[in-house]
Nanobody, 123 residues
Framework: QVQLVESGGGLVQAGGSLRLSCVASGRTSSVNAMAWFRQGPEKEREFVAL???????TYSNSVKGRFTISRNNAANTVDLQMDSLKPEDTARYYC?????????????????WGQGTQVTVSS
C-alpha cells in the first residue's frame, strides 16, 4: 500500500507560478511511474505530467513548456513546478503512483492516488 499527500495548491494570478509537491509513503519500493492529473469543474480527470523511476518524463500538450515535473526517488517525492499559469489550469491536482513497468498517461494506469490540492488561477 502506498499513501500520497499533495500540497502547494492555492490561488494565483494568471501568469504566476505555483509549485506542487507530493510525498509518497508506505511500500514505495514498488512504485515505477508517478504522475500528476487534474480535474476541473464538470471535466474528466486529465493527465498533466509523469515521471518514471528511471527519469522518463512526458507532459500533456496543454502544459508542455510551462510545467516541470521532478522526482526525488530517495525522498519519495514528486514536484510539479507550474509557471505561466492560465485560468484554464484551474483544477484540483492529484498525485498518482503506479506499480506497472509501463508508463501511462491514463488514470487507469495508476494504483494509488492522493486527495488532491486545489489550484485556482484568476484572470
Amino acid at each position: 500500500q502506498v499513501q500520497l499527500v499533495e500540497s502547494g495548491g492555492g490561488l494565483v494570478q494568471a501568469g504566476g507560478s505555483l509549485r506542487l509537491s507530493c510525498v509518497a509513503s508506505g511500500r514505495t519500493s514498488s512504485v515505477n511511474a508517478m504522475a500528476w492529473f487534474r480535474q476541473g469543474p464538470e471535466k474528466e480527470r486529465e493527465f498533466v505530467a509523469l515521471i518514471s523511476k528511471s527519469g522518463y518524463i512526458t507532459y500533456s500538450n496543454s502544459v508542455k513548456g510551462r510545467f516541470t515535473i521532478s522526482r526525488n526517488n530517495a525522498a519519495n517525492t514528486v514536484d510539479l513546478q507550474m509557471d505561466s499559469l492560465k485560468p484554464e489550469d484551474t483544477a484540483r491536482y492529484y498525485c498518482a503512483a503506479g506499480d506497472t513497468a509501463l508508463v501511462l498517461t491514463t488514470h487507469y494506469g495508476y494504483d494509488y492516488w492522493g486527495q488532491g490540492t486545489q489550484v485556482t488561477v484568476s484572470s
